[in-house]
Structures are given as C-alpha cells and as structure tokens.
C-alpha cells in the first residue's frame, strides 16, 4: 500500500515537472519573437518606365526685333503703296507732283517763260526734253511745243520697288527693257500712260513718266 502511493506521488511530481518545462519554453519563444526586429520595408523606387505623355514643346515667342522688323515692313507697304495710289491719281490729269503742268495741255513755251530756262533742253526719242534739276521734273515735247511727257526724278520715288508696284497696282500691261532700266507701263486711261523706270542694278524706281502717246507727233504740221 505503501508503495503505491509513493508511486502515484512519484508520476505526479513527473507530471508536473514537465507542465514546468513545457510552459517555460513557451513564454521563451514568446520572448523571442517580442524582441526580433520587424523587417524594413523595401523604399519605392522612382518608375523609369516611360509614362505614354509626350513632353511638351517649347513655344517660341517673337523677339522685340521680328516684331519690329515686320512693323517695319507693313510700314513700308504701306508708305508705298500710299505714294504710287498718289502717283497714279495724279497721272490721270497728266501731271506728278511738284509741277502743275500737264502733258497734252500744256505748251512747253509757256512754262518756259514761268520756270526759266532749263538746265539741258536736248532732242531725243520722239521730241525734244527739257530738264530742271532742280525741281527735278524734265519735260518731253514734241515741235509745236505739245508736252507729251512730264517726268518726275524726286527722290521720294527711289525706295519703290516692283513687289510694291504689284501690290498696288499689279502687273503693268507692258515691260520693255532700256540698257540698264526696266519700264513698267500702266494704262491709267484712253489719254495717259504712268511708266515706272526701274533701274536693275538697284530694283528700285529711278524715275517716272506720265506719256500722251497721241502727242508725241506735230498735230499742228500742215
């Protein structure tokens, strides 16, 4: 009898001994895992996959000079084309500026006895020309002292070039080429022709000419 309680004292304390160990090595692992470092987690890294939107191209602004050089240029247009509208009003009466004369009507002896005498007064073309440098305006007539052409070398002409001709004007009814000079000849009616001299080593007007092609001969002949 004895024995067999000493037996059972003896697997209880077995028993017990190992409910100890068991629950010491549980709150180790406990311990463990309390104090192991939490992992850091990976920094996102900056994607270099291209992202399907085009970068934006740079715009271009017009510099102060473009700007002013186009001011410039539509000045000039316009300038000009104000001063040939001018020029050709005026030859519809068969005059230009600066003279009050006018080819067909007027009689070259009486704007002799108001101007003077010319600087050079020579045949050539179809009649004799008479030039006054300093009004620079020459006349053209023919023997009974008929102006049949009146022209203009002010130097207000010397910037007009063809392209300003055409954009006023357009294209002249006839172009005829004399040594170094172009003609552009515009029918400004049944009486007057307006011709632009332009000389070809400038491409710019060297002088103009309002031309009654009627009076180019003697109607006073017999």
């Known amino acids: 009898m004895n024995q067999t309680k000493r037996f059972k004292q003896f697997a209880i304390g077995i028993s017990f001994a190992l409910a100890l160990s068991l629950t010491a090595c549980s709150n180790e692992a406990t311990n463990v895992e309390a104090t192991q470092p939490v992992a850091e987690m ?6 270099t996959e291209p992202t399907g939107a085009p970068s934006p191209e740079p715009t271009l602004e017009p510099t102060k000079d473009s700007e002013q050089s186009g001011n410039g240029a ?7 084309s104000t001063l040939i509208g001018s020029i050709y009003d005026l030859a ?3 005059k ?3 003279s009050e004369y006018a080819a067909h009507s007027s009689l070259f002896d009486e704007i002799e006895l108001k101007w003077g005498k010319p600087e050079t007064n020579e045949s050539a073309g179809k009649g004799m020309y008479a030039t006054y440098k300093d009004k620079g305006i020459t006349f053209g007539y023919n023997k009974g002292m008929v102006v049949f ?6 130097d207000k002409l010397k910037n007009i070039t063809l392209k300003d001709l055409d954009i006023a004007l357009g294209t002249a009814e006839e172009k005829t080429v004399s040594g170094d000079d172009e003609i552009y000849t515009y029918e400004v009616n ?4 307006l011709k632009f001299v ?7 007007v060297d002088h103009i000419s309002v031309y009654s092609a009627d009076d180019t001969k003697n109607n006073m002949a017999g």
């Open 190 to 193: 049944k009486q007057y022709q």
């Open 74 to 80: 539509a000045e000039h247009g316009s300038e000009m």
């Open 198 to 204: 332009i000389t070809k080593s400038t491409g710019k």
């Open 96 to 98: 230009v500026a600066g």
């Open 149 to 154: 052409d009146v022209r203009s070398y002010s």
């Open 42 to 47: 990976p920094s996102e890294q900056p994607s």
């Open 92 to 94: 519809k009466d068969g």
